[in-house]
């Protein structure tokens, strides 16, 4: 039974004991609402959680256990002593799975009657060239280990799908059966599906620790699998990046952080003035009219995708600054450049400086102004001695937050900072950045047991704990800062 | 007595005399770098909004071309010999007529045609003439063909795209000067080009494939599309909503109204603020090792991408329900507690429906966001070329590949041809339509529903 069945089949179940529920608890009470513990709807819903809840949650860890307790099984086939590693083990999976894969779609276009599958071996049919009949390519030829692996999987999975499908249903009625029994007049519905409900609250809001998990789990896992292949040494001092995939790769970090750093560089050099600028005089310089016609129009920079920053960087900037800087400076002649890249960001981070400052600059109590102002002080001697001292805290928590996200950007560096890792001071060369790198060492046909897949890995967790440290000290700052006055 | 004081206060404090009505040294520069000040300001401001402006003109000086393409309409003469040897109208074989077959029936009728309405093609080279078709014509005819066999034989009026070279010619893109450094097409062609124009057999229109057809090769910019990038874009906002407002919701709902304030709580909160600050490709990193290594869900798949966009997404809808939440009076919360509602009543039927405007306008926010996020899509595979649309949601089509928008601007960039730049500036004017929308509904949203407590 398909997934999608098993869902329609709970839902419906879920329905149903809503129904019933709620008229058993009517009729227990003889249609008197005031007799009953809850609200009528209250044992409707619990009869829709007790049908839907367990059966769901059995149904979503079936899902998440089966692939890992078939995969322990099909090991094996493949003796330890006859694989060289963990990756290699993990690539001979993926071929068991596109055999037994192909084998189902052969089986769904007739092409192989059901025992017909599982009695195929290798040394009677050509199992690469049956199934490419049908359309399904296999990069190498099958050996007789993945295909009984593929049929033990199939097999597995046919098993599987009608244990999960048991499970389900035996858990949706049993539910269902359950709430209908314990439905009466005196029965708390409400607390049990306030109390449900509260669970699944709070499941929902675990979900954000999950993610973090995720991220650092997945990050970690793939970068220590990188640095079984790769001195950690080398990467992080290393002085030179150039991947190689037949191997002897050197993939030294240092060059990327450089380009990283230069170009959230020049891009803060960009976006910080004219970010604190243009924040100054919305809060303190422009009449309301102005203010609430120019902040959305400078917020509406924040909100353009960063692939049409790209394209701009990529087709005007970038050309422009070829033209008429580096070509007469003699600097260089490439679209691509630090220049390019490090302008088009700061331009697309000045709606987050200048927003987050001008909340900042806006909480500075009035009275502090008036009192400088009642001293003598001009407008701008009063912003500069009185309020902008008073908000730098938080200010340099909205530029460490610019910075960390230059430093994450990538669009704009793809598309405008070139693809040559150097190490280099002049602004006019392409150079490249963490972000950059991972995205080239990462699309297109990727194994992922090659360091020079893996390193993006730990580019990954580089970018990662960079930009985290950066955000939980302009946090820190930020929040900090903002008790002061309230 | 303070009269007094003040009165001898310019002799005895040794300070000038001087009035407030003129103007000394010092008070001018005061004067003038307080007006400087703020000229800063404006500046930084007008500097901003120029860089906008110009990025948004140039978009769309390169882009408004892209929903226009010149084509070449002509009767081509099905000829039975060539499509259709046997003559017993099978579509199997039939089939095996390649595309080529049908490339060169259109040339030399294109050269048949001209000859016969008396356009001269002296000086060019028969099969330069054919090469003003596009590559994507044979095979739309074929198609045609294919659907309807009575076709052979007769003669039928065809509209087929010119090269995207004609194409860019017409536009202004390729000129003589560029045509002589151009292998791809030579000066005599577009000499050719103008006198076709002339009899209105070239001729420009709104080209409507271009919001409808999947993507095209690197050799044929003309027939490329964005439909396949529209729809997937379309699927996985589709299951980024249904996905991240439920759980976004909730969770907003417990950390808000429910959790207790304590250290693990406090944890939950910076986290939260923390993964909205967390670089999007980093998302794409979680997204290639988590659903696509370890759980095996298909590359490429609006699935896959609708789910790192729904990790990604979570945080701003969190922190938005959030602010709206905590807007909500709490004398509502006291007045239906009085009335013996439980919390969680309270919660749902007064709190949640007054924060729901708010909630809505954060969400839709949240989408735009989503919808022009490119980095992590290219990271599982969205970028690779896509050329059949995916299956309808209830066939499995959240599974097919599929593309998305922000994606296909960049993919279509990263190619040589100029004729991909300007699609690729058509694809942004198709996507900041679309934020467009999302923004005024998000606008209205918060206008319609605008309360003060």
Known sequence: MSVFFLFAFIAVLAVAGYVVCRRRALASADGNIRCMHSLPSHYGWHGAIMAAVPALFGLAIWLLAQPLVIERQLQNYFPPEQVENPSAMTLLMGDVRRVAAGIDVAVARGALSETEASELNTASTDVRQALAAVGVALGAQVTPQVLAAAQDYRASATFGAIGRSILVIVLALAGFAYAVRITDRDFRARNRVERVSLALLALASVIAILTTIGIVLSLLSESARFFTFYPVGDFFFGLTWSPNFRGNSELGLLPLLWGTLYISLVAMIVAVPLGIFAAIYLAEYASPTARSILKPMIEIIAGIPTVVFGLFALVTVGPFLRDYFAQPLGLGNSGSSVMTAGIVIGILNIPFISSLSDDIINAVPQSMRDGSLGLGATKSETIK?????????????????????????????TMGAGAAARMDLNPFEAMTTITVKIVSQLTGDTEFNSPETLVAFALGLTLFVFTLVLNIVALLIVRRYREQYE | MTDATAADLPASGGRPNKSILVEDALTRRRNRSEKRFMLYGLGAITISLLVLFIMLFTIFRDGTSAFFQASLSFPVTLDAEQLDEDGNRDPAEMASVTTIGYGNLLRASLVDYLAAEGISTDEIEEGNVGSLISRDGPAQLRDRVLADPDLIGQTV???????????????????????????????????????????????????LQFLTAADASDQRPEAAGLGVAIIGSAY??????????????????????????????????????????????????????????????????TL????????MTLPTIIIATRASLRAVPPSIRDAALGVGASKMQTVFHHVLPLAMPGILTGTILGLATALGETAPLLLIGMVAFVGDYPASPLDGGFLDPATALPVQVYAWASRSDPAFIERSSGAIIVLLGFLLVMNAVAIVLRRRFERRW
């Open chain 2, 304 to 311: 896959v991408g609708a789910l790192v966009l729904t990790l």
């Open chain 1, 385 to 413: 001695q009185v309020v902008l001292p008073a908000a730098l805290p938080g200010i340099v928590g909205a530029v460490l937050m610019a910075a960390s996200r230059a430093i994450g950007e990538t669009m704009i560096v």
């Open chain 2, 236 to 301: 996985m906002m589709l299951l980024v909503l249904i996905m991240a407002l439920p759980i976004g919701v909730a969770a907003s709902i417990y950390l808000e109204e429910f959790a207790p304030k304590n250290w693990i709580t406090d944890v939950i909160e910076v986290n939260i603020s923390n993964l909205a600050a967390v670089p999007s490709i980093v998302y794409g990193i979680l997204g290639l090792a988590l659903f696509i290594n370890f759980a095996g869900l298909p590359q490429s798949s």
């Open chain 2, 157 to 207: 009026d065809v509209k087929i795209f010119a090269t995207s070279r004609l194409d860019g010619y017409l536009k202004g893109r390729v000129t003589m000067e560029t045509a002589l450094l151009d292998s791809n097409v030579s000066p005599e062609q577009l000499q050719l080009a103008d006198r076709l124009s002339e009899a209105g057999i070239l001729t420009t229109a709104f080209n």
